[in-house]
């Protein structure tokens, strides 16, 4: 079965920078889209990064500058890389698969995957 697993969340520094790596397994298909997904407390989970189907990458605009998204020759790990951090992006940091391609809409990440991972914490004080 498909297995993701987050790993590197932590407390950080304002202004600071974390790596947060996903271990994917378990999907037998080459094709799929994953992304970086976020929960702040008391708000709606958002997209950060996604990676498409084809390989192209798409931020969330809000985010623009400061993530960048990668994925390893295997495409077995998916890296997430926050620069400048904000308390505002504290938040559980969730990683996630789709069996279609990605789809954004106004600067935004559609949140529709298939699997999810269980979630890393990152504090920024």
């Known amino acids: 079965h498909v297995q993701l697993v987050e790993s590197g969340g932590g407390s950080v520094q304002a202004g600071g920078y974390i790596t947060l790596s996903c271990l994917i397994s378990?999907?037998?298909?080459?094709?799929?889209?994953v992304g970086w997904l976020r929960q702040a407390p008391g708000k709606e989970r958002e997209g950060v990064a996604a990676?498409?189907?084809?390989?192209?990458?798409s931020i969330a605009d809000a985010l623009h500058g400061r993530v960048t998204i990668s994925q390893n020759g295997t495409k077995n790990w998916l890296h997430l890389r926050m620069f400048f951090l904000e308390s505002d992006d504290t938040a559980i940091y969730y990683c996630?698969?789709?069996?279609?391609?990605?789809?954004?809409?106004?600067?935004?990440?559609?949140?529709?995957?298939?699997?999810w991972g269980q979630g890393t914490q990152v504090t920024v004080s």
């Open positions: 996630a698969l789709g069996r279609k391609p990605l789809r954004t809409e106004n600067g935004r990440i559609i949140l529709d995957f298939d699997y």
């Open positions: 378990g999907y037998t298909s080459d094709t799929y889209s």
């Open positions: 990676l498409d189907t084809d390989g192209t990458s």
